[in-house]
């Protein structure tokens, strides 16, 4: 199986393959991949798949296809979880989301659920969510700790001690 999958990527980013699309045509359809997915922030519709963007750009689908992979160097699914995970970092970056948990975060970025989050990040960024906020904002961290452990009180954690009769 993996061999087929070489060899379909293979003849897709062959330049021989793309003789099919002119030129032209695939310049075009890069720019309203941007303006679409990039500009209009559509990656963010956990909803939005290639084919709704194939309609959208007025395409078939083996175009959009050709066009993600000889332009952008990567399928549609790729494409877009690498600007959910760049928005993502960008969030984590933002002080004004440092209340918000990873979840919360992720889906903000258009992420359904958390579970392909991680490999996404993983993929990208060669860490997860959590390791990239504690190693680009540590001393945030510290303080939403503390925030945290402020709005607790003084409680104490673990069991509560057996009354004396």
Do not use: W
């Not at 699309?21 to 909803?47: A, N």
């Not at 992979?69 to 933002?94: G, T």
């Not at 490999?119 to 969510?129: D, Q």
């Amino acid at each position: 199986m993996e061999i087929n999958q070489n060899l379909s990527r293979k003849k897709i980013t062959d330049p021989k393959y793309n003789r099919f699309v002119k030129k032209d045509v695939l310049d075009d359809l890069e720019e309203k991949i941007k303006d679409i997915l990039i500009r209009k922030e559509k990656y963010k519709d956990p909803d939005y798949n290639a084919k709704k963007l194939a309609e959208d750009c007025d395409t078939k689908m083996t175009r959009i296809s050709i066009a993600f992979n000889s332009r952008f160097k990567m399928n549609y699914n790729m494409f877009v979880n690498k600007q959910r995970v760049d928005a993502i970092k960008r969030m984590l970056s933002d002080e004004k989301f440092d209340d918000m948990n990873i979840p919360e975060i992720a889906k903000l970025a258009g992420f359904k659920t958390i579970i392909p989050v991680f490999s996404a990040f993983k993929c990208f960024e060669g860490m997860t969510p959590f390791e990239y906020r504690k190693t680009h904002n540590p001393d945030r961290i510290k303080k939403r700790h503390e925030k945290k452990d402020a709005a607790a009180g003084n409680k104490k954690r673990g069991r509560k001690p057996k009354q004396q009769q």
